[in-house]
């Protein structure tokens, strides 16, 4: 959840239409930056990263030793083949089973400990503890990987650990794959025979997100109508929602992005007060996912849409009941 509650305090991006993230997703004009398609494994070094920062990060040849404190990009890193190169993690990297375990932390760093790995590179997701200062004076060079805003942000941060790790092919195909299978996800979600509601639930005291979340963006793509947008004086993009304004707003479905850290699920939401009057609750449509694929942005969100759009087909086209 760290690089979750990260994202929490940084202004996303706008909501998005529908329409425009189909685009996106089939790598037209609104794309922001294209995947390299230059060698793989290890040639076209030295290679220059642009960080998210406007500085530049030179690498002069491919890392072997990478240390890897966040948990999204782990998982990318082992995406595109790179997993040989990682010879540590963070505590929080729990995916794929075959990442080395330690007992590393990404939100309370210790330099000392990570340099005790002899790292080439060390990504991060924040600079936690001035830990960027901390391994540039041990000459220890640190990328950079924030929560990802949207799924382009995900396509850029693929291409350039790619770039990085000298896996540039293995990145760019991965992003195809990508982009192939969520088109295929949204278009085989067809058009709605009615406006599906949903409730996204980050922890038991009703934590949500909006539509200009990364998760919020992934409803917009099955065309779902989030009731956290409408959250009275809700400012933020990850608003406190009350017990009985989801009561009242009686979503279509629920998604327990909570099953792990609270132990949620359809039984124990039944039972919260006037909960057993909500639409989704009445009809089972209560819908537990992984907590870890629903807060790490990367190569997994094809899994957790394919999962959402399963629900969501064979709700849009049910006749609505009432609250």
């Not at 949204?186 to 922890?203: C, Q």
């Not at 919260?272 to 609750?281: E, F, K, L, T």
Request: charged share 15%; with cysteine.
């Amino acid at each position: 959840m760290r690089e979750h509650l990260s994202a929490i305090s940084a202004q996303l991006v706008a909501n998005i239409t529908r329409l425009c993230v189909i685009v996106l997703l089939a790598g037209a004009a609104c794309q922001s930056t294209a995947v390299s398609t230059s060698p793989a494994n290890g040639t076209g070094f030295p290679v220059a990263i642009q960080k998210n920062d406007g500085a530049t990060l030179t690498l002069a040849r491919q890392p072997h030793r990478i240390v890897s404190l966040s948990p999204t990009a782990t998982e990318m890193l082992f995406a595109i083949g790179a997993g040989k190169q990682v010879v540590a993690v963070d505590d929080q990297s729990n995916y794929p089973s075959s990442a080395p375990t330690t007992k590393l932390s990404g939100s309370q760093p210790n330099v000392e400990a990570i340099a005790g790995y002899s790292p080439d590179l060390v990504i991060i997701s924040d600079d936690a503890g001035g830990l960027v200062k901390g391994l540039a004076a041990l000459n220890v060079p640190t990328l950079p990987e924030p929560a990802a805003k949207d799924l382009n942000d995900t396509y850029s941060q693929i291409g350039q650990l790619g770039r990085a790790t000298g896996h540039t092919g293995e990145a760019g195909r991965l992003v195809s794959t990508m982009r192939s299978d969520i088109a295929s996800i949204v278009a085989s979600a067809g058009k709605p025979a009615r406006r599906v509601t949903v409730y996204h639930e980050l922890d038991d005291t009703f934590f949500s997100a909006t539509s200009r979340t990364f998760i919020g963006q992934m409803y917009v793509l099955l065309g779902l109508r989030n009731i956290a947008d409408g959250a009275s004086g809700a400012a933020a993009d990850y608003p406190q929602l009350s017990s009985e304004f989801i009561v009242s707003s009686s979503p279509d479905l629920i998604v327990l992005a909570d099953t792990k850290c609270c132990h949620q699920d359809l039984q124990t939401v039944s039972t919260r007060p006037g909960w057993a009057a909500i639409s989704a609750v009445k009809r089972g449509d209560v819908l537990g996912v992984d907590d870890d694929i629903a807060s790490r942005w990367g190569p997994r969100v094809v899994q957790l849409l394919r999962l959402i759009a399963a629900r969501v087909n064979r709700l849009s086209h049910a006749p609505a009941q009432g609250g």
